[in-house]
């Protein structure tokens, strides 16, 4: 069973492969962004995409999950935690005090607005199968189906 912590360069779920923008040696995969590609990965080998704070750091979400798609097995699924509607702004003051002036990363990108990621998932024929909160974080399963 293969499972990515995709955006999870610097502290991976625990059992998860890793995947990140950067080409840190200690990776286990790349996503290379220009290409919309995850680099020395098979198409429909991936059981389980986990991301846990990323979904607000990607600039077009539709070609990211359209990306992961390809990856996952039939039946594969997604998890998503990120910031709530109601919390999204004091993340982005957050991430501006950390990417900017704690751990300038210039490279990380995040919205500034909350996009509702739900709807996308749903268009490429995702199945929510799991919704939850844990305090500032909304937390969703999506079911990858043909």
Known sequence: MLKIDFGSGYNPKPGY???DITYAPFLDYVYDEEKNQILYCKKGSIDEFYLRNVVH???D???LFKCLKYYLKENGIITIIDARKEYFLQNVILDIIWYRYVIPRYKIWFSKSYRDYSKILAKL???KIDYHIIEEKE???W???L
């Open 125 to 127: 024929g995702f199945v």
């Open 57 to 59: 750091h990607v600039k």
């Open 17 to 19: 492969k890793t995947c």
């Open 143 to 145: 079911l990858k189906k």
């Open 139 to 141: 937390v969703s399963t």
């Open 61 to 63: 979400l539709p070609r």
